[in-house]
DNA sequence: ACGGCATGTCATAGT
DNA sequence: AGACTATGACATGCC
């Protein structure tokens, strides 16, 4: 154990992670052993969970990419161990000697996080209890919490000892001990190795089930001896019976007559009802040593997701835990949490009470990268970087042949997430803080939108795109915290400030991300359409790398114009160029009223006529009415000829003839009554006419 | 293929 | 004088 006790010297750690798992009501307690790297390793992975079958996952949190992933994508060829690491191999066999059942698949300067049988996490604490003694002499400052649970599961595990005939069963069962696949313990195993490493690690992981469903079922016994002599029961039973074995357990365990419960059977509930939750997780008994985790002996309460640590390629049905004193209680009052599983780390804290930043009031928490980034928030992985988890993620995820933009913009808008990086701007579920830089991606790419462009591409869009973010925006996407460096590709392809020379230029030159496979067709696909969606002024702004939005160049102030144009400096061209795009942009838009102006005269004119057109008709009815009117009193008037006339009589008394006289109205109101070939003669007339009076 | 329509652009006159 | 606006004319793309 010197290794391992130089590692506790040497300022490691060992983090004792009590987890409570919750499944649907049920619960589950396990305990799972981080070992800290001294400060000195700490550029290394972490190897998170790392199990026996291919699929470990490491964590790298402090190298320009890290984050989630798998271990053999992050691995760093090359690269050169810390000479303060113990010599590779010698650790890991001082780790397995404490029962850790895993094999790390990293370099032992990893940091590794087992589950460990609670006999090994005894011995671990004897172990560390010892090295924590040499550490503090040493300056180191760690301390070690036993743990209760760690403590009820005291040489219960086999394995502890490497020793007796359970021992000798699973050395049958799993012949090729983990530092046995390392070929030199104290170098560096190759590539090559690793990958058989691993191979072997996939075939034997499930004897690693078998033998983790022999110590849960060596639990159910309180007598360490019955423990031994039920486990060699078993472990000497053929497979079919185990699984019979760990059928009955489970229709136990899901009537509630049986508290233990293995972590693989609460994976095949996990797997088999998605709709399980596991609905917390206990972080406690965390000796850190001082350089880590100043302050941090006393542990607080932290909430994460678990189920999305399982979303997020932490893969938990690969990664064997043992839990010897795991135990489900139902919880009736959170069924109705059911449907958002969540990890809760609780701490046996002298400062229960204790809320970590960034959880919410229910204790509800994203991904597996808030579970991180509570750690980190206590400084607990040197100030580690959540969202470089989130990067990793889409750097492991575009280096897969089949990644596709898309399948992320999905996992971006699950549903329920809490944020929202979205090519979209809508959703984000991978991270929080992610949330915070998408959003400043959706509100940067479209600060500005003219109302004719289409909104679709808006997210799409650079600078140049229509949508620009004005100058002092360009930076306002905030990046500081959320760990989307400029490896980060979806960075670049979100914020094209780059202004690309010529837009028939192959601009795969300036962008570090190759899309993979089928992805290269979605990428042209939307390079036409950014393209296509560009106007020209764009595309020339775009190709003199005009540093204005168009609708910048537009819409400003003259003199913001002006001074803009004297404050960069700009090459004729550009200032040309520039000068063009707001003439041709102010016309086009005065163009536009000009022609919505025509069309309102035109509507008014339209409805000048139907109303002219209107009042015509009216008048012709009016003048209609009226010419009947006419000659109603023409008619009255004729009528009233004849009948004066038919009264009248000559001197003689014979009625007057109105063909030979008419009637005539002097201007004194007399009436006349004159011959009509006399009617010159008006004088004779009113003679006549009066005398006849 | 052709015409109608919408839109952008240019030239030019007016403000 | 320069910037801006208005508008006719033309070109282009889409339906």
Redesign the pocket.
């Known amino acids: 154990m010197k290794h391992l006790k130089r590692w506790w010297s040497a300022g490691g750690g060992l983090l004792h992670l009590t987890l409570l798992l919750s499944l649907a009501g049920l619960r589950v307690d396990l305990d799972l052993y981080l070992l800290l790297p001294p400060p000195t390793l700490l550029r290394d992975e972490l190897l998170l969970l790392g199990g026996p079958a291919s699929s470990a996952y490491a964590l790298n949190p402090f190298s320009a990419s890290g984050g989630w992933g798998r271990a053999g994508q992050l691995h760093p060829k090359g690269r050169e161990l810390d000479p303060a690491a113990p010599p590779e191999g010698q650790l890991l066999r001082e780790v397995r000697a404490l029962g850790v059942p895993f094999i790390p698949r990293t370099r032992v300067d990893a940091w590794l996080v087992h589950s460990v049988a609670a006999g090994s996490a005894d011995e671990a604490h004897g172990l560390l209890g010892a090295a924590a003694a040499a550490s503090s002499a040493g300056g180191a400052g760690a301390s070690v919490d036993g743990g209760s649970q760690a403590v009820q599961g005291a040489g219960r595990d086999p394995r502890a000892a490497r020793s007796g005939p359970l021992d000798a069963e699973e050395e049958e069962k799993a012949p090729v001990e983990p530092t046995a696949q390392v070929p030199d313990a104290g170098g560096c195993a190759s590539e090559e190795n690793e990958v058989l490493r691993e191979k072997h690690e996939a075939v034997d992981h499930s004897s690693q089930r078998e033998e983790n469903e022999e110590r849960v079922s060596a639990q159910k016994e309180n007598s360490l001896q019955q423990n031994n002599e039920d486990e060699n029961k078993v472990a000497e039973k053929p497979d079919w019976e185990a699984e019979k074995t760990t059928e009955s357990r489970n229709e136990r365990h899901l009537n509630g007559t049986d508290t233990s419960f293995s972590l693989e059977d609460l994976f095949q509930l996990l797997s088999s009802q998605p709709e399980n939750s596991l609905e917390g997780i206990l972080l406690g008994d965390t000796p850190l040593p001082g350089s880590i985790s100043d302050g941090m002996n006393s542990s607080a309460h932290y909430h994460v997701n678990f189920s999305q640590a399982i979303s997020q390629d932490v893969n938990l049905h690969e990664a064997i835990l043992l839990c010897p004193n795991n135990t489900f209680r139902r919880n009736p009052t959170r069924t109705s949490q059911s449907q958002e599983p969540f990890l809760q780390l609780n701490s046996h804290t002298t400062n229960p009470e204790q809320t970590l930043p960034g959880t919410n009031s229910t204790g509800f928490l994203s991904p597996v990268n808030n579970h991180m980034r509570n750690l980190t928030s206590q400084d607990l992985l040197y100030d580690l970087d959540v969202n470089i988890f989130d990067e990793i993620n889409l750097m492991s995820l575009a280096t897969e042949d089949d990644f596709d933009p898309i399948d992320v913009s999905q996992l971006f808008d699950e549903p329920d997430s809490d944020s929202g990086l979205s090519l979209d701007s809508s959703h984000n579920s991978t991270s929080v803080t992610k949330s915070n830089s998408s959003h400043c991606v959706c509100e940067g790419a479209t600060g500005y939108c ?1 109302d ?1 462009e289409s909104s679709s591409h808006h997210d799409l869009e650079g600078a140049v795109g229509g949508d620009y973010p004005e100058p002092s925006k360009l930076c306002h996407m905030d990046h500081s915290d959320s760990g989307f460096h400029g490896d980060l590709t979806f960075q670049h392809i979100f914020h094209n400030h780059t202004y690309h020379l010529q837009p028939s230029a192959p601009e795969s030159t300036s962008e570090p991300f190759s899309w993979p496979g089928r992805s290269q067709k979605i990428r042209s696909r939307y390079l036409e359409d950014t393209d ?1 969606n560009l ?3 764009e595309r020339r702004a775009k190709a003199l790398h005009i540093p204005f939005s168009v609708d910048e160049i537009v819409g400003m ?2 003199d913001s ?2 001074s803009m144009l004297s404050r960069y400096y700009l090459t004729d061209l550009q200032v040309s160029l520039i ?17 919505k ?3 309102d ?1 035109i509507l008014n004119l339209e409805n000048d006529v139907c109303n002219l057109q209107a009042k015509k008709e009216t008048l012709k009815r009016e003048r209609t009415q009226c010419n009947k009117a006419i000659n109603i009193m023409k008619q009255k008037l004729h009528d009233l000829y004849h009948d004066v006339f038919s009264r009248l009589r000559d001197d003689e008394g014979r009625p007057v003839n109105p063909n030979h006289y008419a009637l005539q109205c002097t201007h004194d109101g007399s009436v006349l009554l004159v011959p009509k070939e006399l009617g010159a003669s008006g004088h004779k007339k009113e003679t006549q006419k009066g005398k006849r009076k």
């Open positions: 003219t004719h296509r106007s020209r002024d102030p003259v114009f002006n000068r063009d795009i707001r003439r041709r942009g102010k016309n086009k838009v005065a163009a536009q009223n000009c022609r102006r025509k069309l005269i």
